[in-house]
């Protein structure tokens, strides 16, 4: 029985992905992880690949790596986010390089040779251990290789919280350890949709307070309930493109989640329009904290 897998939500019109294939992206929650495939283990895949260069080609090399020799790859993605580059390193790896283009994508198709030249990329794209954050880290997680502005800002006037709370697209954990220097907090969940993220996190975030869940927080996490705060740097990307309903909607989760009396406390970029959603979710209790460096901190109280 032949076995075929698809990296992410290639769009239809372009890539008929068969039906009941294996969904190996990191960003689907409940999804196998590509690099627990074993090798050869493939007769198919297609993968959209992911605009940062250095994830890109990691997320080739394991789909090669993982793919019997003799199978097929197709790989795309739109020209601007990496698609124009996609034969150059499918050829870099010494692939012959079928190319396509259609509805501003690039779309290649590939055949595995019996030895590819992997190991590069695959080395490129691994997790570390960051001696510049000094934590677990990999290519691809939001804020892999720096503390985000945004979070350092929220860190930095974070003041002591106390009881249980949750940490809403958690990432590497930089944030979890400012909450957590509290001894008064006496619970945290910390909450990411990336598996790459909360496997980091995972490892960064040692204390016993802390417990780290793969998670969509759109789709609520019914464990979480009248919480004393919830601290986060929401995201308004999605899949590449401007999404400002994200932070929409993890502002309604978290009042969901809080307890009557319940606080948020919540970073975004400057020129994101949260006011709306924050007094739809809290009302008047909604202060403006600070706004610098072209972000600004709120505190809402549910």
């Known amino acids: 029985m032949a076995v075929h897998a698809v990296y992410g939500l290639p769009p239809r019109e372009l890539v008929e992905a068969s039906a009941g294939v294996a969904q190996l992206s990191p960003l689907i929650t409940g999804s196998e992880a590509l690099e627990a495939q074993t090798d050869q283990s493939l007769d198919a895949i297609t993968i959209l690949a992911p605009p940062g260069t250095v994830e890109r080609r990691y997320v ?7 793919l019997k020799i003799g199978g097929t790859m197709t790989a795309l993605a739109p020209k601007a986010k990496g698609g124009s580059r996609l034969a150059k390193e499918l050829k ?18 590939v055949v595995r040779p019996a030895a590819p ?8 794209g691994a997790p570390r251990l960051s001696p510049d954050l000094g934590l677990w880290t990999q290519p691809g997680i939001f804020s892999w290789d720096r503390i985000d502005p945004g979070t350092a800002l929220l860190l930095g006037r974070l003041p002591p919280q106390t009881g ?22 006496t619970q945290l969940t910390l909450i990411d949709i990336d598996r790459r993220a909360v496997a980091c996190a995972t490892r960064n ?6 417990k780290v869940v793969w998670a969509d927080v759109r789709q609520g996490e019914p464990a979480l309930s009248d919480l004393d705060f919830v601290v986060m740097n929401p995201p308004f990307h999605d899949g590449g493109a401007e999404d400002r309903a994200l932070g929409a909607a ?15 406390l919540m970073v975004a970029n400057r020129h994101l329009p949260y006011e709306r959603p924050l007094a739809d979710s809290f009302g008047a209790k909604v202060k403006l904290l600070a706004e610098e460096g072209g972000y600004k901190l709120y505190e809402a109280r549910r």
């Open 250 to 264: 993890f502002i309604a989760e978290a009042a969901r989640v809080l307890r009557h009396g319940g606080k948020l």
């Open 117 to 124: 030249d992997l190991a590069e990329a695959l080395a490129a």
């Open 205 to 210: 975030v040692n204390d016993p307070r802390a």
């Open 60 to 66: 080739l090399a394991q789909g090669l790596r993982a």
């Open 164 to 185: 249980v709370g949750a940490d809403f697209g958690c990432g590497l954990g930089y944030l979890a350890h400012g909450v957590l220097a509290s001894a008064a907090v």
């Open 92 to 109: 870099a790896f010494g692939l012959e390089v079928a190319e396509d283009a259609r509805r501003h994508h690039r779309i290649c198709e």
